[in-house]
């Protein structure tokens, strides 16, 4: 037998396994694994992140709060409301009787912050009165349209084959009308009342949120929680309620959150073409169309309202963007 040489390695007996080479990456990862077990090496942002992850949703660290912009965004919503419920008792004049024709185009002061129209009526009154009925508006089309919309939207989505199809279809035939031209006939035809505008504007929402409510269905009900419901024999609506709802409600909110600030916009629209609610009703477009000819003399009676609309619109847009970041709320999907 040839002897083995005395700087040769033994060979490998039963009792110690071959043992494979360890990668340079993954000997670091171990070395400081055992650092950060032994607490010798304090652990990271990054290396908490990940046994986060590992570890699952419960232990995951807990979201930020809505941030700075936000909460001016809700106050300032929060402040309009409050101005819409109580605007009858407030101590300001009201517009539609209260009129003082020598102060006509007189610009903003301390006794009226947002200037004086044409016929002498407060701007400032006008615009708080004109909050009520535009909120109103705004809030109840998209109210309806969500209802509407959402139920459309989960069947279509829930149920797929014909039911969607037939639905799908009659949605796409509505989005293929311009929305601001459907508005506008449907209130020419109905009249210029508060709740003709209302269904105008309801009935052109309602194709937008039923196509968001669809599409995220459709995501949702191939679910395995979806599937483990079928399974066990649940039936359809309390499936659709039960377990599809809640996972489309954040989506279809925050699509609702832009729709109102469409919907504030459109109307303003429709009074500016003759096409909104009569002009004895203040709106912040009836009040816009007031000072609408009076732009070069007297721009303060157009630029208060509209200021106004821009502060909403982008309170509105803002939340929404938050909503669906909160949610995770992916609109490729949708």
């Given at each position: 037998?040839?002897?083995?040489?005395?700087?040769?390695?033994?060979p490998?007996?039963?009792?110690e396994?071959?043992?494979?080479?360890?990668?340079p990456?993954e000997?670091?990862?171990?070395?400081?694994a055992a650092?950060?077990?032994?607490?010798d090496?304090?652990?990271?942002a990054?290396?908490?992140?990940l046994?986060?992850?590992e570890?699952?949703p419960?232990t995951?660290?807990?979201?930020?709060?809505l941030?700075?912009?936000?909460?001016?965004?809700?106050?300032?919503?929060l402040?309009?409301?409050a101005?819409?419920?109580?605007?009858?008792?407030?101590?300001?004049?009201?517009?539609?009787v209260?009129a003082?024709p020598?102060l006509a185009r007189?610009g903003?002061?301390?006794s009226?912050?947002?200037?004086?129209?044409?016929?002498?009526?407060d701007v400032f009154?006008?615009?708080?009165?004109?909050?009520?009925?535009?909120?109103?508006?705004?809030?109840a089309?998209?109210?309806?349209?969500?209802v509407?919309g959402?139920v459309?939207?989960i069947v279509?989505?829930y149920f797929?084959?014909?039911?969607?199809?037939?639905l799908g279809?009659?949605?796409?035939?509505?989005?293929?009308?311009p929305?601001?031209?459907?508005?506008?006939?449907i209130?020419t035809f109905?009249?210029?009342?508060v709740?003709?505008?209302?269904?105008?504007?309801?009935?052109?929402?309602?194709?937008?949120l039923?196509?968001?409510?669809?599409?995220?269905?459709?995501s949702?009900?191939?679910?395995e929680?979806?599937l483990a419901?079928?399974?066990?024999g649940?039936?359809?609506l309390?499936?659709m309620?039960r377990e599809?709802?809640?996972?489309?409600?954040?989506?279809?909110f925050s699509?609702?959150?832009?729709?109102?600030a469409?919907?504030?916009v459109?109307?303003?629209?429709?009074?500016?073409?003759?096409?909104?609610?009569?002009?004895?009703?203040i709106?912040?477009g009836n009040?816009i169309?007031?000072?609408?000819?009076?732009?070069?003399?007297?721009?303060?009676?157009v630029l208060?309202?509209?200021l106004?609309?821009?502060?909403?619109v982008?309170?509105?847009?803002?939340?929404g963007?938050?909503?669906?970041?909160r949610?995770?709320?992916?609109e490729?999907?949708?």
């Open positions: 037998m040839p002897e083995r040489s005395p700087d040769a390695a033994p490998p007996t039963s009792e396994p071959l043992r494979r080479p360890v990668p990456g000997a670091i990862v171990r070395t400081l650092d950060e077990a032994t607490r090496v304090p652990p990271d990054i290396s908490l992140r046994a986060a992850v570890a699952g419960e995951t660290p807990e979201r930020r709060g941030g700075v912009a936000a909460w001016l965004a809700v106050v300032w919503l402040l309009l409301g101005v819409a419920l109580t605007v009858p008792v407030l101590p300001v004049p009201d517009p539609t209260d003082e020598a007189q903003p002061s301390l009226h912050p947002f200037g004086v129209d044409g016929a002498g009526r009154a006008s615009v708080l009165w004109g909050t009520r009925v535009s909120l109103f508006i705004a809030v089309s998209i109210v309806a349209g969500f509407a959402g459309i939207g279509a989505g797929k084959g014909r039911i969607g199809g037939v279809s009659a949605m796409d035939v509505f989005l293929a009308f929305q601001l031209i459907l508005a506008l006939s209130v109905l009249g210029r009342t709740f003709n505008v209302t269904l105008g504007l309801a009935i052109v929402a309602t194709p937008v039923a196509r968001i409510a669809r599409a995220s269905t459709l949702w009900s191939e679910r929680f979806v419901a079928r399974a066990q649940a039936r359809h309390r499936i309620v599809i709802l809640p996972n489309v409600l954040p989506a279809m699509i609702a959150l832009l729709g109102v469409v919907v504030i459109a109307e303003g629209g429709l009074a500016i073409i003759g096409a909104g609610v009569k002009p004895d009703i709106t912040w009040v169309v007031r000072g609408q000819g009076e732009l070069r003399d007297a721009s303060h009676i208060a309202p509209s106004v609309i821009f502060l909403t982008l309170s509105l847009n803002y939340l963007d938050v909503v669906r970041a949610f995770d709320v992916r490729s999907a949708l």
